[in-house]
């Protein structure tokens, strides 16, 4: 059974091509344009993998992942975060919202799949500090 | 009246003859020279007698006196009249007894006459002189009491002129002159008041101006031009009226000059229009007041240069775009200004002379002194978060304290001035989001770009010809050099604004080298370059920001690659400096080198150098500029070398290497003091803040901890049985071992002398007793801190 990823980000574009390379791939992809919808569709379609964006109008992705780590119904899917911007701020952030790991704005597409396939392949989610392979 | 005595004899000494015998007796024309009466006891004897008269029994013995001049007889016959007219010389006069008694009646009535005549001559003579003395006392009092009047007057803030005027309305009541000048001098600036009851006639105006300045000179014994004198001409309704003025001609001048300690003020004086002789008593007047006028005079000046100095103090503390506040030595306020009352919402009135401990103040204004006090430095910062008491608002400030000493050393008080950085601050935090929002704006429509053109070109989307293959390419080449820049320029903003922090970590410079060459090889492969690397052994680690050394190694080689065609580059590492205590990487390459004029704009923003040769060359210009910033963010300096151009060049950066172990975590603190209860409160408190803590009940028991533990922090008791705080804290100086650490000792109330010895003998600072638990806290975290 192919593996359904849920891309929660607020930019139709990159979610569209992030969508078509999945795809290509052979994962099953769902897309949601806000941190409500992406929220209300990880309780329905209860994806393997949330790939979410952290900088979105309204509800941020910060916000979006604690919410996802605080419902039992949902703690358990692994997250990667995207943001434009590394630093070691966001770093002590994005550890503490518990995501598995997070790719930085624009990303290499060999990297990005390096991630999803660790993320899926049975990999823990508290792998803070030898878990980030981010650069 | 004449002064010649009556001697008389008295015949006769009867009853009658008593009140005869006592009155003459009185009368000091007369002198009785005898009492006869042929009775013994006849009362008249016995009377004259008491008197000292001489007593006779035998009438005709009284009678043989030579001197007589009168006898009365008391018998009151005829007969014995005559009987006794022929005893005696034909000059001494008989009188009876009645013809006496007038006599003498009409005598004692003369005499009562001359007295009280003459007692009235003493008493007009004495009233006339009371006369005197009593207007003369009036006159004093007037004086006095005008004198009273003008010091009253004097004290009190008076108008220079207005001065003038009530020294003439003085003046006029006593002495009738018409002009009252007053000249002035003050900095080679001249002033002549004139006062008079009546407009003073031009004329007038200059004689007086001439005559005034050429006294006044006289007496400086320096010239001066009446005509620089500016003169101002008051009316005033004084006493009388001034006649003389409708005759403008000076009779007389009577001038006074003023001065105080022997520093002339100027003069004043009298103009007298009419023939006027002043008595001694107006001259001492007059003479007197001009004491009084240049006294207050210079008072007046004296005041005005207070004020005036004082205005330019308050001006100076009022434009002070920070708030003061100053402590005396008794840790009273002295000086606060008004920035202070809006910072702090307190009024000066409320607070100054009074003692800070008992003041109402922010407690991180105390806190601050607090601090200062407790060290050996003269100087403190920190950036403090303060909220007005009356309004609410909250301001972040910049705090610097400076200990005052007198001009012998000795600290007579503390300075604190705080500036209101909240807006820098804002400013920062508003850097901060731009930097945050650019970035996600500008990296956000970059990756969907990217990702479109990749998902194409890697096939991802269905086959692609050669020709497309070539066009995405290059699409593809733009985006990567379009995302570097960007990153670039965020890099830089971020320095820029001081908003880059390093994350330190032990760095081994060969193997980050190593990792950095493997990332060129391929691309050296292309080139035809040879890739070559020079590394020293047994480097040290270097405490460093790994990816942004690797950015700037990265940095360098790739411009290396950039600039030569073909030859070699080569990475090379080693120690630097006579001490050792930096490391040097260098980037040397055989390519087209750097001119000597080039050396300055190489690592500025923006600079490349020759567009010709650098077209083919990518870069933003910004990489250096990067680089040269994060070498010296950490402490390091980064510099290029070259012969010329056509030989070479190589580019090199050191680190500096610090040898000490890395810090734990928790720091360990050790507490030394006798008493055993309070090191057990102070390691509970401090054990709960994080801290470990040994302890020690005496100075050679801590001695002993010290050298085993090597604590991070020593708290030293003064007071201690056998060997006390001073002598722990001499030997703990003394070792180099040990000297490094920061010691605070601790000392009651009463013995802040005791610490301030510690102090000098090393002390890093010190605690009263007994003392907040905040406060040690705080003095702890503030000494390990600049340990660091």
């Known amino acids: 059974m192919s593996k359904k990823i849920l891309i929660i980000d607020d930019e139709p574009d990159l979610s569209a091509l992030l969508s078509f390379r999945l795809e290509a791939h052979g994962f099953k992809v769902i897309s949601a344009l806000d941190g409500p919808t992406g929220l209300e569709k990880a309780k329905s379609d209860k994806p393997d993998l949330i790939l979410l964006d952290l900088m979105m109008p309204g509800m941020d992705g910060f916000q979006a992942a604690k919410i996802l780590k605080g419902d039992p119904e949902t703690n358990e899917i692994p997250v990667i975060v995207f943001t434009a911007m590394a630093s070691p701020e966001l770093r002590q952030r994005v550890s503490e919202i518990r995501a598995f790991d997070y790719i930085t704005k624009p990303f290499d597409p060999k990297d990005l799949l390096e991630k999803v396939k660790k993320a899926l392949g049975g990999g823990d989610e508290l792998r803070l500090g030898a878990g980030y392979t981010g650069s | ?788």
């Open chain 2, 1 to 788: 009246m004449t002064d010649k005595i009556i001697n008389v004899a008295i015949i006769g000494a009867g009853e009658e003859a008593v009140p005869l015998i006592r009155t003459l007796t009185t009368l000091q024309n007369c002198k009785i020279l005898g009492v006869a009466d042929e009775k013994k006891d006849a009362p008249g004897l016995a009377v004259a007698g008491e008197l000292g008269i001489k007593t006779y029994l035998d009438f005709r013995e009284l009678l043989k006196q030579k001197e007589l001049n009168l006898v009365i007889e008391t018998s009151g016959s005829g007969s014995f009249a005559s009987t006794l007219e022929k005893l005696v010389s034909p000059n001494v006069k008989i009188m009876d007894w009645a013809s006496a008694r007038l006599s003498l009646v009409l005598a004692e009535e003369r005499e009562r006459l001359l007295k009280i005549e003459s007692s009235y001559k003493l008493t007009r003579r004495y009233s006339a002189l009371l006369e005197e003395a009593n207007t003369k006392l009036d006159g004093k009092l007037l004086e006095l009491s005008l004198l009273n009047e003008t010091s009253k007057s004097f004290s009190s803030a008076f108008d220079r002129r207005n001065v003038a005027g009530f020294i003439f309305s003085l003046l006029r009541k006593k002495i009738d002159f018409c002009v009252y000048a007053l000249f002035l001098s003050e900095d080679q600036n001249y002033t002549l008041v004139l006062i008079s009851n009546g407009s003073i006639p031009p004329e007038l105006r200059e004689e007086i101006s001439l005559r005034m300045a050429d006294r006044y000179a006289k007496y400086i014994k320096e010239p001066v031009d009446a005509k620089k004198v500016s003169i101002i001409e008051k009316i005033v309704q004084g006493p009388g009226k001034a006649e003389g003025l409708r005759e403008p001609a000076i009779k007389n001048l009577c001038t006074a000059a003023l001065a105080v300690l022997e520093k002339p003020l100027g003069m004043m004086g009298m103009v007298f229009c009419k023939e006027y002789n002043l008595t001694s008593d107006e001259e001492r007047f007059f003479d007197i007041l001009t004491g009084q006028v240049a006294l207050f005079i210079e008072n007046d000046r004296i005041k005005q240069a207070i004020t005036h100095e004082r205005n330019q103090l308050e001006s100076i503390l009022k434009s002070m775009f920070g708030a003061l506040l100053v402590i005396n030595e008794k840790r009273q306020l002295i000086l606060i200004n008004s920035v202070t009352e809006i910072f702090l919402g307190v009024k000066q009135g409320e607070i100054l002379g009074r003692d800070l401990n008992e003041v109402i103040l922010q407690d991180e204004i105390k806190e601050l002194f607090h601090i200062i006090r407790a060290q050996r430095s003269e100087f403190f910062s920190k950036e403090i978060q303060l909220t007005n008491f009356q309004n609410g608002i909250t301001r972040i400030c910049k705090a610097n304290l400076a200990k005052v000493h007198d001009h012998l050393g000795e600290v007579i008080g503390t300075v604190l001035i705080l500036h209101d950085i909240t807006k820098e601050k804002e400013v920062d935090r508003m850097k901060t989001e731009f930097i945050s929002t650019t970035s996600h704006e500008l990296r956000t429509p970059l990756a969907s770009i990217k990702e479109a053109v990749s998902l194409i070109f890697d096939e991802t989307a269905g086959e692609v010809n050669a020709n497309q293959r070539k066009f995405l390419d290059i699409a593809t080449r733009n985006i990567n050099r379009l995302s570097e820049l960007i990153n670039s320029l965020l890099d830089l903003s971020k320095i820029e604004s001081g908003k880059i922090e390093l994350e330190r970590s032990k760095v081994e410079i060969n193997a980050l080298v190593l990792e950095v060459v493997e990332n060129f090889s391929r691309a050296a492969k292309e080139k035809k370059l040879a890739l070559k690397i020079s590394l020293a052994e047994g480097l040290p680690q270097v405490q460093a920001d790994r990816s942004k050394i690797n950015h700037v190694l990265t940095n360098l080689v790739s411009n290396a690659f950039k600039f030569v065609q073909a030859g070699t580059v080569t990475v090379s590492t080693g120690f630097y400096g006579a001490d050792k205590n930096f490391i040097e990487v260098s980037v040397g390459d055989t390519g087209i080198g750097i001119e000597k004029k080039d050396f300055e704009k190489l690592f500025q923003k923006f600079q490349q150098l020759d567009s010709s040769l650098t077209r083919r060359a990518s870069g933003t210009g910004l990489g250096l500029a990067i680089s040269k910033q994060i070498v010296e963010l950490h402490a390091g300096k980064i510099w290029a070398e070259s012969e010329g151009l056509g030989k070479g060049s190589k580019f090199s950066f050191i680190l500096p290497v610090i040898y000490e172990e890395a810090k734990m975590e928790k720091k360990n603190i050790l507490v030394i003091d006798d008493e055993p209860d309070l090191c057990s409160t102070v390691k509970a408190r401090l054990e709960a803040n994080g801290f470990n803590v040994l302890t020690a009940l005496s100075g050679q028991e801590g001695l002993d901890k010290v050298k085993e533990y090597k604590p991070d922090l020593i708290i030293l008791d003064l007071m201690m049985p056998v060997m006390d705080g001073f002598e722990v804290c001499q030997r703990l100086k003394k070792d180099a071992l040990t000297s490094a650490i920061p010691v605070v000792v601790l000392t009651a109330l009463e013995q802040e002398e005791a610490a301030k010895k510690a102090l000098s003998i090393g002390a890093e600072g010190y605690l009263v007793k007994p003392f907040e638990q905040e406060s040690l806290l705080f003095t702890i975290r503030e000494f390990l801190k600049r340990g660091d």
